[in-house]
């Protein structure tokens, strides 16, 4: 399992992010450019010493990310609050890719459209939406537990 970020806005819901990848061993791919100055230092100051032992790969833009995607045959997931499933109703494989959008504009439609499918995490009636970095360890943790991908 994995996790990509399309073109964060919030280096601290990064850094979360990359915590949470690290801890449960999760791969994560950051889809640039970001809404805020990229940089080890960011980084370390937004995920503590966590993100420093997040295995982090960078993708220079969509292109090359959906490129490495195809490459390798992984299923993108997409993390919506447009979707029709709800994901305790999704059936995770093994190397899914949790793709998850800008906190401040989700995904463009290309985007949508390159996923294999689209999930929404269920929500009470009235809010719009969950916080990129909790949404990431919700999927992540339901992803995990279908699998039986938590670490030993």
């Known amino acids: 399992m994995e996790i990509a970020l399309f073109q964060p806005d919030i280096a601290g819901n990064v850094g979360t992010t990359l915590r949470t990848a690290a801890c449960f061993g999760a791969p994560a791919h950051i889809i640039e450019p970001c809404g805020f100055p990229f940089s080890d230092g960011a980084l370390k100051r937004a995920g503590m010493d966590y993100a420093a032992r997040a295995n982090v790969r960078r993708h220079a833009d969509w292109n090359d990310f959906a490129r490495w995607s195809a490459d ?3 299923r993108l997931v997409l993390l919506t609050t447009a979707a029709a499933t709800p ?7 093994p190397d899914d ?3 998850l959008g800008a906190e401040s504009s989700g995904v463009p439609p290309y985007v949508h459209d ?4 689209r999930v929404a995490i269920p929500m009470q009636p009235g809010f719009r939406s969950l916080n990129v970095a909790v949404a990431a360890g919700i999927a992540l943790a339901e992803a995990l537990r279908q699998t039986k991908g938590f670490p030993a």
């Open 72 to 74: 390798s045959g992984r």
């Open 87 to 93: 994901l305790p109703a999704f059936a995770f494989q």
């Open 97 to 99: 890719v949790l793709l």
């Open 114 to 117: 390159a996923a294999a499918a």
